[in-house]
Structure formats: C-alpha cells, structure tokens
C-alpha cells in the first residue's frame, strides 16, 4: 500500500523535501513507515525521541495504524507563537 | 463580511477585526484582552533580520480549534479568537494575535495567557530564524496535546 509522507521545518530541510510517497507493507503502523525513511535517511533519526507524529493531520502515536492512502506527518518539537 | 475566529494565514493580522467579531453583541462584557506577539530582532544573542513561518496547516487549525475548546471548558463564560500568520516576518510584524472576552477580567486575562502558552506547546507552527550571519529553525516543545502536565503547566502560568 502507498502512504503520503509530510515532514516539516527540519526534518524537510534533511529530507531535501517536504512530501514524497512510500509503498509500505500492510499491516503498518506510524512506526513503519518512519523506520522505512530513516533507513533510507539516517540524517533524520535524530528526532526519533523529539518528533510528534500526525496521521491524515490529527496527533497520532507511533504504535497508530496506517492505511493506504493515509498522509503521515512527522514533526519537529514545535516554535510558533 | 465575518472574521473566522480561528486562522492559520500568510496575511497581514487584523487585531481590530477580530476584537470586532469576539466583541460583537456581547453587552455582558465587561473586559476585552488582547495579546499580540510580534517578530524581534534579537534572540539568544543572535541579531535577527527576519523570521520565516512554516505550518502544518490543517494540523495547525485543529489544534488552535483545541485550544479555544479547553479555554472555554476552563472559564466558559469567556469567548476567544486566535489568528496566526505563516510565512515571512519582518522585525515588528505581528505574527498572532489572540482576544478574549468575559464579563471578567481575570477570565479574559487568563484565557488570553493559557491560549499563547499553549500555542506554544501543541500547535504545529515552526519559526525559520534568519540572523546575521546564518539560519536556525527553532524548536521549542515536542507537541502532544494528550500531555496533562504541559496543559496544566499552562493554566498555572494563565492564573499566576
């Protein structure tokens, strides 16, 4: 199955972009799919402890399970206001 | 033309609309507080120029949306908006602005302080510092909304 990946501020800068696509074998979790790009990106395990992660934009937890089609977002430790 | 209480936006803010809508019909008022945050030109040393905002926008409205609901759980006789602009900031610009109303002040003021701490905490919203002489993205909390230490951490700093 293919997932959409988002990822945003940092963790685009190390991606070299903010939305690729994945096929990822179901079943999948967050987990998944994120141990799937850091294999590809090891830059990017630095904000394994640090990161939020969203599923089709609302907060989930790595152990959440993913469908095909799904967006998943990973998310640095947050700066607005 | 009406002013969406909440708003992730490349726009310029509009403190004035927005005090107009959460004002609006509101005889039983008796405060409106505003808290507007602007771009700098220093942080930790470093001469800011200017600052770019990322966000992850769907995320970032449902999350503002979140946090006007659990304001108005804590002090529900209070109404609130929030605006928050993306993109590139000069020195001075707004980049939010948050108003709340109630029939009293302690509820605007705290409303007001518990919506910026939280903003701060689970809104997916990065700043992208330009400084002289480089570029740093910030990164302030690991968002998570289900986190009752960080919301409570929040209403004590609301209620200080």
């Not at chain 1, 690729?20 to 799937?36: E, F, G």
């Not at chain 2, 979140?66 to 759980?73: F, H, N, Q, S, V």
């Not at chain 2, 908006?81 to 109630?102: C, K, N, P």
Request: charged content about 25%; proline content about 3%; glycine content about 8%.
């Amino acid at each position: 199955m293919r997932v959409t990946v988002r990822l945003f501020a940092r963790l685009r800068d190390l991606a070299g972009t903010g939305e690729l696509t994945r096929d990822v074998s179901a079943p999948a979790t967050v987990q998944t799919v994120w141990n799937a790009l850091v294999a590809e990106m090891p830059s990017l395990l630095e904000y394994e402890r640090t990161m939020s992660v969203a599923v089709n934009a609302e907060y989930a937890r790595m152990a959440a399970s993913v469908n095909d089609g799904d967006e998943v977002a990973f998310l640095p430790p947050v700066s607005g206001g | 033309m009406s002013v969406e209480l909440v708003a992730v936006t490349s726009e310029v803010l509009n403190l004035e609309a927005l005090t107009a809508e959460i004002s609006r019909g509101a005889s039983g008022d008796g405060a409106v507080t505003a808290f507007t945050g602007l771009v700098r030109d220093h942080n930790q040393g470093r001469r800011v120029t200017f600052l770019d905002y990322e966000a992850y926008e769907p995320l970032a409205v449902r999350a503002l949306h979140r946090i006007l609901e659990e304001a108005r759980t804590l002090w529900a006789d209070t109404r609130l908006g929030v605006h928050h602009r993306i993109g590139r900031l000069e020195i001075g610009e707004a980049s939010i602005i948050i108003v709340a109303a109630s029939p009293h002040r302690g509820h605007a003021f705290a409303a007001c302080r518990y919506t910026i701490e939280r903003v701060k905490q689970i809104v997916p919203i990065w700043k992208h510092e330009h400084f002289e002489g480089g570029e740093v993205w910030l990164e302030g909390a690991t968002a998570d909304p289900e986190d009752e230490n960080a919301r409570q951490a929040a209403y004590r700093i609301a209620c200080a």
